[in-house]
């Protein structure tokens, strides 16, 4: 599974988007994009996925480039409780995620 | 619904010891996996078990042995315990091995002296 690049750390101010970058430039026709986030210690929480058509849920939106080399997962309007680790994986088959050390997005008053 | 739940949450244990790490889920689930976190890192697979009755290797699967005792159950054994497996283990579960969405438990922090 092709590996992954995003930021180390980011901040953003409560109320306004998130746009959190992630640079897949060798991922393969066949893999996915997926996103996880960890908040403190506790267990991964699934966001979003897609292959290649940009994706929408209650959470997030994941926009992916044309060539599919790189995506942003956009929070909308981002709160404290979205200060967390977010993971950015690429995978044809869904069960082996190489989830890398994300990047820690720290949401600011 | 509990979600997938683990047991213990904490243990500590000496070098040399053994314990098996349980983990349960009750959203009938087909696929199961074990994970661990070392501070500061991301997550790394250790075992994934796409089915019931089936078994794969991870990233990191020295050192563990696993058995999916049913579709709900997913256990992971240390037979002789190290001081670098201490870690966070996570167990996991998805509907079906492939483009589903793993959900994840609350982990174990395991300390080995």
């Known amino acids: 599974d092709a590996k992954t690049t995003q930021p180390p750390s980011m901040d953003c101010a409560e109320g306004r988007a998130a746009n959190l970058p992630c640079n897949h430039s060798?991922?393969?026709?066949?893999?996915?994009v997926y996103w996880y986030r960890q908040i403190h210690s506790q267990g991964p929480q699934y966001i979003i996925h897609?292959?290649?058509n940009n994706e929408t849920n209650e959470m997030a939106s994941l926009i992916i480039t044309e060539d599919r080399k790189s995506s942003t997962l956009i929070l909308p309007h981002a709160t404290l409780r979205d200060t967390a680790v977010y993971y950015c994986?690429?995978?044809?088959?869904?069960?082996?995620?190489?989830f890398g050390t994300g990047t820690s997005l720290t949401v600011i008053p | 619904n509990a979600g997938v739940t683990q047991t213990p949450k904490f243990q500590v244990l000496k070098t040399g010891q053994s314990m098996t790490l349980q983990c349960a889920q009750d959203m009938n689930h087909n696929s199961m996996y074990w994970y661990r976190q070392d501070p500061g890192m991301g997550l790394r697979l250790i075992y994934y078990?796409?089915?019931?009755?089936?078994?794969d290797k991870g990233e990191v699967p020295n050192g563990y042995n696993v058995s999916r005792l049913n579709k709900r159950e997913f256990s992971l054994r240390l037979e002789s315990a190290a001081p670098s497996q201490t870690s966070v283990y996570f167990c996991?579960?998805?509907?079906?091995?492939?483009?589903?969405?793993?959900?994840f438990g609350p982990g174990t922090r395991l300390t080995v002296t």
């Open positions: 996991a579960s998805s509907e079906v091995s492939g483009r589903y969405e793993q959900y």
């Open positions: 060798t991922i393969s026709g066949n893999e996915y």
């Open positions: 897609g292959l290649k």
């Open positions: 994986i690429v995978s044809s088959t869904g069960n082996q995620f190489y």
């Open positions: 078990s796409a089915s019931e009755g089936t078994t």
